[in-house]
Nanobody, 128 residues
Framework: QVQLVESGGGLVQAGDSLRLTCAAS????????MGWFRQTPGKEREFVAT????????YYADSVKGRFTISRDNTKNTMSLQMNSLKPEDTAVYYC?????????????????????WGQGTQVTVSS
């Protein structure tokens, strides 16, 4: 299994930036794709961004494209989400996730069911 721990959430104003980080342990970090999802009360968890195991391929939800950037450092076993131009509608608990069922694949994954391991989440609140 993989242990995932998110950090970097907080309270910011609209237009500000935040950087989330996910630290991973337990399995060879560069063997699996990863993603970020978010969830608000009463709604389903939704896809935000994903990155292939090499870091070469990325994919974003339309709602964050051009504002968020996903990256990973395979030497430090970390993945990050740089969030710029934040909006109140970005307010949510953000989760990082790992796809463990297809190790050493070059793909990325944007469906909730493609992920096997999840962090505990970090709250991001954007005030207007």
């Amino acid at each position: 299994q993989v242990q995932l721990v998110e950090s970097g959430g907080g309270l910011v104003q609209a237009g500000d930036s935040l950087r989330l980080t996910c630290a991973a342990s337990g399995r060879t970090f560069n063997s699996y794709a990863m993603g970020w999802f978010r969830q608000t009360p009463g709604k389903e968890r939704e896809f935000v961004a994903t990155i292939s195991r090499s870091g070469i391929f990325t994919y974003y939800a339309d709602s964050v494209k051009g504002r968020f950037t996903i990256s990973r450092d395979n030497t430090k076993n970390t993945m990050s989400l740089q969030m710029n131009s934040l909006k109140p509608e970005d307010t949510a608990v953000y989760y990082c996730a790992a796809n463990l069922r297809t190790p050493y694949s070059s793909s990325y994954y944007y469906k909730l069911d493609d992920y096997d391991s999840w962090g505990q989440g970090t709250q991001v609140t954007v005030s207007s």
